[in-house]
């Protein structure tokens, strides 16, 4: 592939506040890409996230039941264009361009083609796409299915389907056959997914939107909230007028939590000043160095207490919230009390002060919120760094009290709403009872692959065939060059999807292309035009209406697709009504109801509630749905986010892999990253200047990277260019998904098998 580099790089100190002018001048520009006049997109982007228009396509962040009159961000909005471009990728594009020769574009100039119009199939004697009629492409797709075992077939989601898309696609895969359901968030939040029940309870997180009205403070940690959650950035401002403490740790100095100006507000844009200062306190954090900062905040914390009781002072830590409602708290204080500074500061690179300063305005707050990203998700131990900040929280009441919380930070617009509709592939997390009942079909019961499992299944060739409910799969998973190589052998690669991306170059033996409608986008069925429904980061539900025309003649929704496969592959073996529902989607909501009724009661006279309607979150309301009905301290096993790996070596750092402000996951939108000062170029190294210089590099200079892992595997990335950054010393960070080359399989979280690509063990090569 060619690298992602264009004839005008530059990279610069960045010292303007996140949103600002340059994010507006940012969007005129993107507009401009895309075709679209400003008017056109304008009318678009009055309707985002409002409770009459649809959700946006980007983050999951909640949407205000009061929005604002633009409700949306710099990203937000990017996303809505990129997806309304006026640029299609017709039969025209495909009978010019070979897969072969197409594998050596970049992911951006893939995407840029536009919106894909017809269904294609892949001829491999003319290594091209061509166009087929639907009926064909569903009756081939079914018979290919049928002639495969189920259990050897995969079906991932990518996060952005509707909660009606996704309930139908797992019922299709469950009655084929398959129990393999992985999504994205496999790759994601699945340590939160894993992490968050044993210790309070619930997969999901505890706090809403209007909890960081009443918050005295927040953390945040491993999250680049002012690119990948842009409109939280609100709430944080308003908090940090009020005077509330946001204490923030990210090994590189991220803008969005360092200043922000409200583009939205004309009194703040048109003042000279800076902008608001963002994070109270910053910690450049080495990377995977978390569970020792908790540790050695709640060290400090207990030694607060200690303090307070010798004095008959009021004690620091919650001890009526210790006792009542959680267990394992003596073990926790013991391991705060056997492990020693020494090994604290080292390991997370922040001073014994600095982190007795945070325990400090910590212990006085009374509703704190502890939010956090990929930074504490991807690493092996990226369970125990979840547990970790449950365990701080826990110290003093934080969970299940106004203004404070768990807030794990979501990424795809719907990813967390797909899990709670049956896509998982942990069949004890499904109502699968429920639908033999009500639909007349005996499910499969043993565990599915994940993510993780999938890779290693296609290596190995024990998966046979492949269906994608969008994303880019073999883009954003571990150990490219292995996967792309056996992916070939597939008996069956079908991929749902809006435009073009790099998966849908590789193609197995029988390989289709099935374009579908956005939820931008007017989806009219027999009974009129549909409303979807998706569910945020916070646990609420919204309904989303598209009013864009279609970008073709020829697309049908996710629904219908999902319909006419069950259709033409699994006919008689349920007694699901397929075309009912797709007649009227209201059908469908019923049927999700049934099935999961406690949080989803009334579904249809509920899901226009602006703001959206809350599911029942129980950790919310302390009640804990844990075996022993209390809230979990867990104890880390080690201060290493991810043991196991040596980067001692001299010529060894660890790998830090991030999204620019120009891209939404494996989608490139451009070369402007303009929150890091990196233009023209995603093949960057930033490196500390230390490191540079001891490893006898220069700024500018040319290397490659290679994994650091004895297993006789080649995983090597060319032509990055060294860049001198802000980051601590024996870290280095560059981009997604450019580098997941180097990321071995292996390399994951333990229990939750979430690739550790936030801390990649890396060799240079000068
Ligand atoms: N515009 C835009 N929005 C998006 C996305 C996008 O690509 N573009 N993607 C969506 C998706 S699917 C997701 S999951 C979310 C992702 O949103 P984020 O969680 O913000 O994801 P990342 O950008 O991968 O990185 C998170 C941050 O973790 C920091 N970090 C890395 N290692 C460590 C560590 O060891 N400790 C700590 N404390 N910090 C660390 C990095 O420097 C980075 O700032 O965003 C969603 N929203
Ligand atoms: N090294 C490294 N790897 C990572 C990460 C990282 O931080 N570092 N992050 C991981 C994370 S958090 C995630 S979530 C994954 C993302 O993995 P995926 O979700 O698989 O990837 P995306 O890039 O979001 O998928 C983009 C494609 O989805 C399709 N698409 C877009 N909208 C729609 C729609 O409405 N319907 C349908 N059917 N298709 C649509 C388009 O064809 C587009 O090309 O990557 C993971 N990989
Ligand atoms: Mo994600």
């Known amino acids: 592939m060619e690298p992602a580099v264009t004839d005008h790089v530059e990279v610069k100190t960045y010292n303007h506040p996140t949103g600002g002018w340059g994010s507006l001048k940012s969007l005129i520009r993107k507009a ?14 009055l309707k985002q996230n409002k409770a009459d228009g649809y959700m946006c396509v980007s983050c999951s962040w909640a949407k205000p039941a009061e929005p604002r009159p633009f409700e949306f961000c710099e ?35 893939l995407e840029k083609q536009g919106r894909l119009t017809e269904p294609m199939r892949y001829n491999s004697a003319t290594d091209k796409y061509e166009p087929i009629a639907w009926p064909d492409a569903f009756g081939d797709i079914g018979a290919q299915l049928r002639r495969l075992d189920p259990k050897s077939v995969v079906f991932y989601t990518s996060g952005r389907a509707s909660l009606e898309a996704s309930f139908m696609y797992q019922l299709f895969a469950r009655i084929y056959g398959s129990p393999n359901l992985p999504d994205s968030s496999n790759m994601c939040h699945e340590s939160t997914s894993v992490g968050l029940p044993e210790s309070i309870g619930s997969p999901v997180g505890s706090v809403q939107l209007e909890d960081f009205a009443k918050s005295d403070m927040m953390f945040f940690f491993g999250h680049n909230t002012g690119v990948t959650a842009p409109r939280l950035l609100h709430p944080i401002e308003d908090a940090r007028q009020r005077g509330v403490p946001v204490i ?52 400090a914390v207990l030694a607060l207490d200690d303090v307070a009781r010798e004095r008959g002072a009021k004690r620091v830590l919650d001890m009526a919230f210790i006792e009542e409602h959680t267990s394992s708290f003596a073990e926790f204080e013991a391991y705060l009390r056997a492990t020693d500074w020494e090994g604290i500061v080292r390991r997370c690179g922040i001073s014994r002060a600095d982190l007795e300063h945070v325990a400090e305005i910590y212990s006085v707050a009374n509703a704190v919120i502890g939010n956090y990203g990929m930074g504490l998700t991807q690493h ?19 969970i299940g009290k106004p203004g404070a919380g768990i807030s794990p930070l979501r990424g795809h617009s719907n990813v967390q709403g797909q899990r709670t509709v049956g896509i998982s592939e942990k069949p004890e997390l499904v109502p699968l009872d429920k639908f033999r009942q009500f639909y007349g079909f005996e499910p499969p019961r043993q565990k599915g692959l994940d993510t993780v499992e999938t890779c290693k299944g296609v290596i190995d060739a024990q998966v046979h065939g492949f269906v994608g409910l969008g994303g880019n799969f073999v883009r954003a998973v571990p150990e490219t060059g292995l996967v792309e190589k056996a992916w070939r052998n597939l008996d069956l690669h079908v991929e749902i999807a809006t435009k073009l991306n790099r998966s849908h170059l590789i193609a197995g033996k029988v390989t289709y292309l099935l374009p579908c409608l956005s939820r931008l986008e007017k989806d009219v069925q027999a009974s009129g035009p549909q ?27 996710e629904p219908t697709i999902v319909a006419e496969l069950a259709k033409a592959c699994v006919a008689g073996k ?3 009504p ?16 049934r099935c999961f009724p406690t949080h989803f009661k009334d579904f249809n006279k509920r899901f226009l509630t602006p703001g959206g309607f ?38 060894v750092l660890t790998l830090i892999t991030v999204r620019s402000n120009d891209q939404f996951n494996t989608t490139v939108y451009g070369y402007r990253d303009r929150l890091r000062g990196i233009i023209g170029t995603r093949m960057v190294l930033l490196m500390n200047d230390e490191d540079i210089r001891r490893m006898g590099l220069s700024a500018g200079q040319e290397v490659a990277l290679e994994a650091h892992a004895d297993d006789g595997i080649e995983r090597r990335v060319k032509g990055l260019r060294v860049t001198p950054y802000s980051i601590p010393s024996g870290n280095c960070a560059g981009y997604y998904p450019e580098l997941n080359p180097l990321v071995p399989l292996w390399h994951h979280a333990h229990k939750a098998h979430v690739p550790a690509v936030k801390s990649v063990p890396v060799r240079i090569v000068a």
């Open 380 to 398: 092996r131990h990226g369970t125990e760094n979840v547990q970790m900040l449950c365990n701080l929280l826990l110290m003093r009441g934080n």
């Open 248 to 299: 923030t740790f990210n090994p590189l100095r991220e803008r969005g939590l360092v200043r922000f100006k409200n583009p939205q507000n004309p009194v703040e844009m048109l003042s000279p000043g800076p902008g608001t200062k963002m994070s109270s306190d910053f910690f450049q954090i080495r990377a995977g160095g978390d569970i020792a900062a908790m540790t050695g905040i709640a060290k």
């Open 75 to 109: 990203n937000g909005a990017k996303a809505t264009m990129w997806e309304q471009t006026s640029k299609r990728c017709e039969p025209s594009f495909f009978a010019a361009h070979s897969l072969t020769e197409l594998l050596d574009w970049p992911d951006h100039d």
């Open 614 to 651: 809350h599911r029942d979150i129980k950790a919310s309301k302390r009640v804990w749905q844990t075996p022993n009905k209390k809230a979990n301290f867990k104890l880390p096993t080690t201060l290493e986010t991810d043991p196991d790996i040596d980067v001692s070596g001299k010529d």
């Open 574 to 576: 349920s007694s699901i």
């Open 32 to 45: 401009r890409d895309q075709g679209l006049l400003l008017s056109d997109i304008w009318s678009t982007l």
């Open 578 to 593: 397929w075309d009912e529902w797709v007649a009227n989607y209201a059908r469908i909501r019923d049927e999700i109801e």
């Open 531 to 557: 409303w979807v429904s998706v569910e945020d980061s916070t646990a609420c539900i919204h309904g989303s209406f598209g009013s864009r025309p279609k970008p073709s003649e020829h697309l049908l929704s």
